[in-house]
């Protein structure tokens, strides 16, 4: 099935990140937490496909990240780098795959699947990246960047991050830690193995890395920054699906976090958009009562936050998400989002506890209301506590207020 045309409106141009975003992108990208946390023991798993098996491991030493196929359980959990690790692995590829990324089905060794896209490795060192609205390739002609006195080596950087290594010969084991800035602890971070090669699949700015070969230790440091830039290790071109463009690029990001409840993302639709602007959201559904909200910030999808599943059981209004972000020392911005009885409802205004009213945006049974001017979120309770809701009937008459706790 089928996105609808587009009708999130023009968005602005694409700026950088702000300060906040980007200090929790990297506190994620060098482990946040997770990683320090004591995995099981270092498992393999083969996965069988098609006349075939081929065996990934995925290994941090002691604090071991196994290789398993994707679940199927619900959760909204937050996710972490375990998350992220390879999850499936293939002999060959699809026809559709190859076609997509210019290769001969035979030409083809392996595919991996990682969460929200497949890498498929072939013949000379030729890889090829495939996401929901991206296909990119390596260039073998940039070259490879040596690792560990050349015992190893980069093979490429694909357009998600997923770092791509050929092992010393003979290697038995790989560990990858990271130093946290400003004095903090070495941790372990998550590294796969797939035949001879082995996936970083997040990466820090500078990693080192250890192989332990039948001959001993063989170790080497990774500069991100020294890498070849995109533009020269890669070719990429986007390729959309049929739809709403926000709402696959906002699942397309999602998807790469190793979540497990979008589903098929052709499915999902556009909902309630709060209005264009450097922070605005859109409600997005996939027309089976499951919602998430998407954080449009300058114009740019970032991921999408799931809503609160529970039945509607006959509200006329039903908050399933809301999010708070300090704007800066002094006031602070309020989302929330949720669905309604398209039947009954024609209106929300949200009254915030300084009995500022602002309107909420409805569309297809679902809603969405930005509140600027907050109070410091450090200094609230409840980030939506005391809040009141006020339910128009399609007659434009309040018929409900609902107050939040």
Known sequence: MSQPETIVPDLPPRRPLPPD?????????????????????????AVLAAGGAIVAQSTQGDDTIAVAPPTTTSSTAAPSP??????????????????????????????????????????????CEITH???????????????????????????????????????????????????????????????DLFLIPQSAVRMSVVFTTASGPLSGEIDIEALPRPDVWSQSRQEWPPGDRVVARCLDLTMRDGVDWVGDPLKWRPGAFSGAGVDAWL?????????????VYHGEAATARPGDTSPQ???????????????????????????????????????????????????????????????????????????QIRVLDHGNQVVETVTLE
């Open 21 to 45: 975003v980007r200090e929790r992108m990297r506190r994620r990208v060098v482990g946040g937490g997770a990683v320090r946390t004591p995995l099981a023991a270092a498992a393999a798993v």
């Open 82 to 127: 375990r998350d992220v690790s390879v999850i499936a692995v293939a002999p060959r590829a699809t026809e559709d795959d190859a076609a997509r990324c210019g290769f001969a089905v035979t030409e083809v060794r392996f595919t991996i699947g990682l969460p929200g896209r497949r890498i498929l490795a072939a013949a000379n060192d030729r890889f």
């Open 133 to 195: 609205t991206e296909v990119s390739r390596n260039k073998p002609e940039a070259g490879t960047f040596p690792l560990a006195g050349g015992a190893a080596s980069l093979l490429w950087r694909a357009g998600t991050g997923v770092l791509i290594g050929r092992m010393p010969a003979g290697t038995s084991d790989v560990k990858l830690t990271v130093a946290l800035p400003s004095g903090g602890p070495v941790v372990s971070m998550p590294v796969s193995v797939v035949e």
């Open 283 to 295: 409600a997005i559904h996939d027309q089976a009562g499951v919602t998430a909200y998407c954080h």
């Open 313 to 387: 059981d006959g509200a006329l209004v039903k908050v399933r998400w809301s999010d708070g972000r300090g704007i800066d020392p002094t006031s602070a911005q309020v989302a929330l989002g949720g669905t309604v009885d398209t039947a009954k409802v024609g209106g929300l205004e949200i009254v915030d506890a300084q009995g500022q009213t602002v309107p909420a945006v409805l569309v297809e049974g679902t809603f969405v209301a930005r509140l600027d001017d907050q109070p410091p979120l450090d200094a609230r309770r409840g980030l939506t506590k005391g809040f």
